[in-house]
């Protein structure tokens, strides 16, 4: 393989997405950093009621790192948008070797009988699609790569994605589908080399974990540690470590896999 490793990341502006752009540019990669940065603006889809991040926090993640960061606003809602980052990525860079897919909103707070369908459409569309569409737009590059041995798709899932959780149940379908997503593709991907695996963060301490703790009424997202047996919330770099492991050489034995990143949830 010539040159650094690249890597695609969504969700990149701030939070796991934004820890994970760190962690894999201190391991040496180039990276494609994508987002929507649609703060509280009309890009939010209907339904998610906290401000996504912004243009500046994702400007603020490339500056971090000099020259190794292109930073592509697009929704993964947008196939065609992802398919020209993935594209320009390998004119750029020659290859692409890691993709992150970690962009997602979350909505809830209700029964699932009194949730409003725009639930179930914003997190449908953005965490179960715009994984598919992440995928469906760069798995083509890693095989097309010098060495596909070497790729790498990992998406974010959660520790909703294999459990029900209180008052989430569209957040608990879409995680549940990103699994299968990812069980799916591995399937696929058979003897190729290039490997998909799924990582299920726990409580991480993010604007996304904030906006959860708002559904439950909660002042602070620190009283949701106690679901993990840590007893303590994540932090992202710490998820980020997790995630920078599967796209790592090493990372090839997680292939199909769903990596708990969690402290021990639900104990
Ligand atoms: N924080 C937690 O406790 C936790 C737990 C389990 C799983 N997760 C998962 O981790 C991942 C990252 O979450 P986070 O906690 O860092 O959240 P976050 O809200 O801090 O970051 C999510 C990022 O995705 C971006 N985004 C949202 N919709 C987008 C779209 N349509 N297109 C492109 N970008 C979009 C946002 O602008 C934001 O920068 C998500 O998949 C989330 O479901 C988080």
């Known amino acids: 393989m010539s040159g650094s490793p690249v890597a695609l990341v969504t969700g990149a502006a701030r939070g796991i997405g934004?820890?994970?752009?760190?962690?894999?540019c201190e391991q040496g990669y180039r990276v494609v950093a994508v987002d929507s940065c649609a703060g509280d603006g009309p890009g939010r889809?209907?339904?998610?009621?906290y401000p996504l991040a912004t243009s500046d926090d994702l400007e603020a993640v490339a500056a971090a790192h000099p020259g190794r960061v292109d930073v592509v606003v697009a929704d993964v809602r947008d196939r065609?948008?992802?398919?020209?980052a993935a594209t320009s990525a390998v004119e750029r860079h020659g290859h692409l070797d890691a993709v992150?897919?970690?962009a997602a909103v979350i909505a809830g707070g209700t029964s699932l009988w009194d949730a409003p369908e725009e639930h179930l459409r914003a997190q449908w569309d953005v965490d179960v699609r715009g994984v598919w569409n992440t995928a469906a737009a760069c798995v083509p590059h890693l095989l097309a790569g010098p060495?596909?041995?070497?790729?790498?798709f990992v998406a974010v899932a959660s520790a909703a994605g294999d459990r029900g959780l209180f008052h989430l149940a569209a957040y608990n379908v879409a995680k549940h589908a990103v699994v299968g997503l990812v069980k799916g593709l591995a399937a696929d991907l058979v003897a190729t080399g290039v490997t998909a695996v799924a990582v299920s963060p726990g409580s991480t301490r993010t604007d996304m974990l904030d906006a959860t703790a708002a559904l439950y009424d909660l002042d602070d997202a620190?009283?949701?540690?106690s679901a993990?047996?840590?007893?303590?919330?994540?932090?992202?770099?710490e998820v980020a470590a997790t995630i920078a492991f599967c796209c790592s050489r090493e990372g090839a034995v997680l292939n199909g896999s769903v990596v708990s990143a969690d402290g021990g949830f639900g104990g």
């Open 18 to 24: 934004a820890a994970t752009v760190h962690a894999l």
């Open 147 to 152: 060495d596909p041995s070497r790729g790498r």
């Open 80 to 84: 065609a948008a992802l398919g020209a």
């Open 222 to 225: 620190e009283a949701l540690a």
């Open 228 to 237: 993990q047996l840590l007893r303590r919330l994540l932090a992202p770099e």
């Open 45 to 49: 889809p209907a339904g998610v009621d």
């Open 100 to 102: 992150v897919a970690a």
